[in-house]
């Protein structure tokens, strides 16, 4: 998406922004589930933040489109893809200016609406990069991204898995069907390995699975068969995704507790939305998973 980029932020004035809140509240309130027995062990519950403490449970913020922040039990800072200043997030510019923690940075690809902050953020925290092996040696070589800020310690592929803060966040590398272009300091494309998407196991929390950009893809079938993923963040965008029926099926065969919606609506391309997805999650007989959030917000696992 690299190559689309002055295309899309000209498309984006000339059509407007489309929001994705309102339609996720929306749907929030049909779908929402009541509070979790004692006997579940992921039961969404909205919370106010605070991101310097240590979470009792595990916190997962929505900034818009693929960006997502979790706090572990421990108060670990994970961010997804962070482009919190996304065109979705009114209050992106004050988000990033207020992070003041951040221990990991998982970056699915290269494009430029999944890296994002994230070299700024890198040079304001001690944050990790994380991410396949090739894509994070292109983003020091040609985006500025800080070079002490990553190495072995944080950087694996596909079906490698690496353990931070003495084992209680464990990251595990599965493929993604998509690109990883990469935009240099001078604007120009450059490879930028293999995508990827992350299944993270939290001690004491839930399995998350983020799909990053991709199709549906068969083998997603044989995740359930080596992780129970509690929480899904599943693309539903559509044009450079899967879009919601084919997100639908990938949630059939990865059998999720919850699923959470994302990478759509940031721009007028994407037109997959929450109520196609929830009516595609319904012919899947899984509708109940459905936990669309909406930007902002915060729930605990």
Known sequence: MSRF????????????????????????????????????????????????????KTQVTWYGHAAFKVVT????????????????????????AKLNQADLLLVSHGHFDHVGDA???????????????????????????????????SQGNYGGSIEFFAGEVKVTFVPAFHGST?????EQPYGGGIPSGFLVSIANGPTLYHT?????????????QKHQIDLMLTCIGDHFTMGPEWAA??????????????????????????????????????????????IGQTLEF
Request: glycine share 6%; no cysteine.
């Open 182 to 186: 990469v935009t240099g300091t001078d």
């Open 212 to 224: 990053g950009d991709t199709d549906f893809f068969s083998d997603m079938a044989l995740i359930p």
């Open 73 to 96: 039990p421990k108060g670990h800072v994970l961010l997804f893809d962070p482009w919190l200043q996304n065109p979705s997030n009114p209050q992106g510019k004050e988000d990033l």
């Open 119 to 153: 070299v700024a953020i890198a040079q304001k925290t001690s944050a990790r990069l994380v991410t396949t092996y090739d894509l994070g040696n292109a983003l020091v070589a040609r985006a500025g991204f800080p070079k002490d800020h990553m190495g072995f310690d």
């Open 249 to 294: 099926r990938a949630v059939g065969v990865v059998r999720p507790k919850k699923v959470i919606p994302m990478h759509y609506g940031t721009f007028p391309i994407l037109t997959g939305n929450v109520m196609q997805f929830k009516t595609a999650l319904a012919q899947q007989h899984q509708e109940k998973t459905l936990q669309p959030m909406s």
């Open 5 to 56: 980029k002055v295309a899309f932020i000209s498309l984006s004035l000339l059509l407007g922004i489309s929001s994705v809140s309102q339609t996720a509240i929306s749907v929030a309130a049909e779908t929402t589930a009541a509070p979790a027995t004692p006997q579940s062990k992921v039961g969404p519950q909205t919370v106010q933040q605070t991101p310097t403490q240590a979470a009792k």
